[in-house]
């Protein structure tokens, strides 16, 4: 049973607008997300995070909201750039246990269109 | 961050034959993790590497399949062990961040596909 699911395999986008990617999770121990992006031939790369404690988190144009009760968290990036087409992978953790267990959703595949 | 030099990037491999991917990080870190991504799927953990004992291996992972080599605290490697179509994935090396987030840094990753 899938506890991370991104439900959208695939988003296309035309540049300058909003990128709205979508996560769900089901178990309700986990209490800090992550977002990683990653291009073809390379591994992921954190892009951004959030505490269970926030419900918002900046940083510069990436934007991640987490709603606890309905154990759903976006990522938003505005304006959406031709070099953030990419796949995004949502993860999920117990912060703070020492084992580094992320559990992954399949991604979404962003194409940004010029 | 960590910098996570893995090698090969890419291989073809034949039905039953063995792969070893290297996975070197440029400063010391106690737990390392080998990941494998299928197509199409989310990133599982095979098993996390410690230096100086032997690798925890999770649901679904064995160590004949898999062994790990863990000689110190800057390397490791992963075998692919008597490979078939079904091991065509990307493996991936990662090391975590130390903080109290837990965040992982990944290596480049192997891409490998067996005929």
């Known amino acids: 049973d899938q506890q991370v699911k991104q439900n959208s395999p695939s988003l296309s986008v035309q540049e300058g607008r909003i990128s709205i990617l979508n996560c769900d999770y089901t178990n309700s121990m986990f209490d800090y997300f992550l977002w990683y992006k990653k291009y073809p031939a390379e591994g992921p790369t954190f892009l951004i995070s959030i505490s269970s404690i926030k419900d918002k988190n900046e940083d510069g144009r990436f934007t991640v909201f987490l709603n606890k009760s309905a154990k759903h968290l976006s990522l938003h990036i505005v304006p959406s750039q031709p070099g953030d087409s990419a796949v995004y992978f949502c993860a999920a953790s117990m912060a703070g246990a020492g084992s580094y267990q992320l559990t992954f959703g399949k991604g979404t595949k962003l194409s940004v269109i010029p | 961050s960590a910098v996570i030099s893995q090698k090969p990037s890419r291989d073809i491999c034949q039905r039953g034959t063995s792969l070893t991917i290297q996975c070197q990080v440029d400063?010391?870190?106690?737990?390392m993790f080998w990941y494998r991504q299928q197509p199409g799927q989310s990133l599982t953990l095979i098993a996390t590497?410690?230096?100086?004992?032997?690798?925890?291996?999770e649901s679904g992972f064995v160590i004949d399949k898999f062994p790990i080599s863990r000689p110190n605290l800057t390397f490791s490697t992963l075998t692919v062990s008597n490979m078939s179509p079904e091991d065509s994935s990307i493996y991936l090396c990662?090391?975590?961040?130390?903080?109290?987030?837990?965040?992982?840094?990944f290596g480049s990753g192997t891409q490998l596909s067996v005929l």
């Open positions: 400063s010391q870190v106690t737990m």
């Open positions: 990662s090391v975590g961040s130390g903080g109290w987030d837990e965040k992982l840094f």
């Open positions: 590497a410690n230096q100086g004992s032997e690798a925890t291996y």
